[in-house]
């Protein structure tokens, strides 16, 4: 049986991995996630995601199947990382304001001989958003380690007025696609060998 491993410290992805009903352990390596100036967001998180699955693949036995993500915040074709300060937190959120964003995670699916890539992209829709609730959503602590300063599965919820896409894209990890994925390499089965009979 192949043994399945999520390259991704990300608290997010491993709730959305257990929601899908996944046993996996979890493996991670530093890569170097520079970003170079000029390549579209999508571009950007698949070749992060391979990136990050390649460095745990070539530190683990050959049969396990390494899952990377990788996920930005992009407005007007710039792409908005995690906020370095309170006051890049500001800047993103003062952006993001009244206006439509794009959320992009890149998924990589690596072994068996094989390897998956593709990029997910959900739109958000934020309400217009006062100085005032900016700086108070900054002070809970909450923006700043997530890509483009908000959390839609926390309080940056109330923020959000409508998403057109995948909800669990925007939290890290379409899992749906990554289902479908998984299934295509003979892999979906997974998720139903441990539940009990009906």
């Known amino acids: 049986m192949n043994r399945i491993i999520l390259a991704s410290a990300s608290p997010?992805?491993?709730e959305l991995l257990e929601q899908m009903g996944l046993k996996f352990d979890i493996v991670v390596e530093e890569v170097d996630e520079t970003l170079e100036s000029g390549k579209a967001p999508c571009d950007i998180v698949k070749e992060?995601?391979?990136?990050?699955?390649?460095?745990?693949?070539g530190k683990v036995e050959e049969n396990c199947v390494v899952i990377g993500a990788d996920t930005v915040v992009a407005y007007g074709g710039r792409v908005l990382g995690?906020?370095?300060?309170?006051e890049d937190a500001y800047g993103m959120l003062s952006?993001?304001?009244?206006?439509?964003?794009?959320?992009?995670?890149?998924?990589?699916?690596?072994?068996?001989?094989?390897?998956?890539?593709?990029?997910?992209?959900?739109f958000v829709f934020m309400k217009s958003i006062s100085d005032e609730e900016i700086r108070a959503?900054?002070?809970?602590?909450?923006?700043?380690?997530?890509?483009?300063?908000?959390?839609?599965?926390?309080?940056?919820?109330?923020?959000?007025?409508?998403?057109?896409?995948d909800y669990n894209?925007?939290?890290?990890?379409?899992?749906?696609?990554?289902y479908d994925?998984?299934?295509?390499e003979g892999l979906g089965?997974?998720?139903w060998q441990n539940k009990k009979d009906i």
């Open 48 to 57: 992060l995601a391979l990136k990050k699955a390649l460095a745990v693949q």
């Open 95 to 122: 952006k993001l304001s009244g206006k439509r964003h794009q959320v992009c995670t890149g998924v990589a699916v690596v072994g068996r001989g094989k390897t998956e890539v593709f990029c997910e992209e959900t």
């Open 169 to 178: 894209n925007v939290v890290g990890l379409p899992i749906s696609r990554l």
């Open 189 to 191: 089965n997974f998720i």
């Open 12 to 14: 997010r992805r491993k």
């Open 181 to 184: 994925t998984l299934k295509k």
């Open 82 to 86: 995690k906020p370095q300060s309170p």
């Open 137 to 165: 959503y900054i002070g809970t602590g909450e923006p700043h380690d997530k890509a483009g300063a908000y959390g839609i599965q926390g309080i940056g919820a109330i923020f959000v007025e409508r998403i057109e896409g």
